[in-house]
């Protein structure tokens, strides 16, 4: 099992508490982590600790003050989010930010601006935080937080500390998911090992049933019938009919050409012997069942392939994806995806 650190994290909340004992707070911070990896949390948890005047420990009982930043309820703590999934933050939420930000505060000792999904502000709305951030105001601390620098502009990051948080957990993502309740106990292990610390890819995997779908794929690629290679590729042109345009398709195109790779470094695993906690597809839990015939095809799968022909596959695959991106045509690559697998597969065969 991973262990519960998560390096990136630690750091930037020893960063902080140091920042803060010290009285050296910046006035901006751009807090950056993969999508999904809840940096919504990390910027909360940090409101809290500048609010809370009753020296609250985390994942302790919590004081009003703190209970009121965690349900958004705090008059001194503002989110400014994207108005709807998939949109951006525009202009008019960051010129409101504007005009807060230099009201009196409320109650607390400081004030807090959180901004979601920063990256992804237009231009427009991105020039009102520049506005702020080039005259701060008095005791408060902006947190924008970014999957990347790449959608910001230059003169707001030269304004701003960057802090990196990295990846969550795979047990964090687990617990996460876990507390949801909405998915079966086993794929949702199963799912955190492959959700590379995103909570959001995680629930897209679920979602898209792709723990069944990588079954299926198993057994399409050890299946003998003739026209097996039609058939995984049938599986990976379906796994995107799901998405809703052109897009949507695009994105679980990937999804499943990754999957497929899933399937062949935990073949490579098996033929080099290395641990078999690093398997993706093996589910831990306590479906043993479940677990004993998803394993016992990626055992069979080892045996069709070279670990020679595996490594030459998997920078294929890659290459594949990059093609999906680049909007060439999936049907057709969903066909030659499936053709190299089988021509190594044979290529294997006594
Ligand atoms: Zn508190």
């Known amino acids: 099992m991973d262990t519960y650190l998560e390096p990136g994290r630690e750091t930037a909340r020893e960063f902080f508490r140091r920042s803060i004992r ?6 901006a911070y751009i807090l950056i982590g993969p999508e999904g990896s809840r940096k919504i949390d990390f910027a909360l948890e940090l409101a809290k600790t500048l609010m809370c005047e009753s020296g609250c420990k985390p994942g302790a009982v919590s004081c009003a003050v703190c209970r009121q930043v965690e349900s958004g309820n705090h008059p001194d703590v503002r989110i400014i989010a994207p ?3 998939g949109g951006r933050v525009v202009i008019d939420d960051t010129r409101e930010m504007r005009r807060l930000a230099y009201l ?3 109650q607390g ?3 807090v601006f959180i901004v979601s999904q920063a990256d992804r502000m237009t231009e427009a709305a991105q020039n009102q935080v520049l506005k702020v951030l080039e005259e701060p105001p008095e005791n408060t601390v902006i947190l924008l937080l970014a999957a990347s620098l790449a959608g910001l502009v230059e003169t707001v990051i030269s304004r701003c500390a960057v802090v990196r948080l990295g990846r969550l957990s795979r047990e964090s993502v687990q ?7 909405e998915f079966p106990a086993e794929q949702v292990a199963w799912a955190a090992r492959l959700s590379r610390g995103s909570i959001s890819r995680a629930e897209r995997l679920l979602r898209a049933d792709a723990a069944e779908f990588n079954n299926l794929v198993a057994g399409a690629i050890i299946s003998d019938a003739p026209d097996a290679d039609m058939a995984l590729a049938d599986l990976l042109k379906g796994f995107s009919s799901a998405g809703r345009d052109n897009r949507q398709r695009r994105v679980l195109t ?3 050409f990754d999957l497929l790779a899933t399937l062949l470094r ?13 398997l993706y597809n093996v589910v831990v839990s306590d479906e043993k069942r479940d677990a004993a015939a998803r394993s016992d095809n990626i055992g069979r799968l080892s045996l069709l392939f070279a670990p020679d022909d595996i490594l030459d596959l998997l920078p294929a695959i890659a290459d594949m994806q990059r093609r999906v991106d680049q909007n060439l045509n999936i049907e057709l690559l969903c066909d030659c995806l499936s053709q190299r697998v089988f021509e190594h597969k044979m290529k294997a065969a006594p």
Do not use: T, V, W
């Open 104 to 106: 009196a505060r409320f």
């Open 266 to 278: 935990d073949a490579l695993i098996i033929q080099l012997d290395i641990a078999s906690e690093n």
């Open 175 to 181: 617990s996460e998911l876990a507390r949801q309740d």
């Open 22 to 27: 010290h009285g050296r707070l910046a006035h």
């Open 254 to 256: 990937i999804e499943a």
């Open 109 to 111: 000792p400081c004030k």
């Open 83 to 85: 108005a709807s999934a």
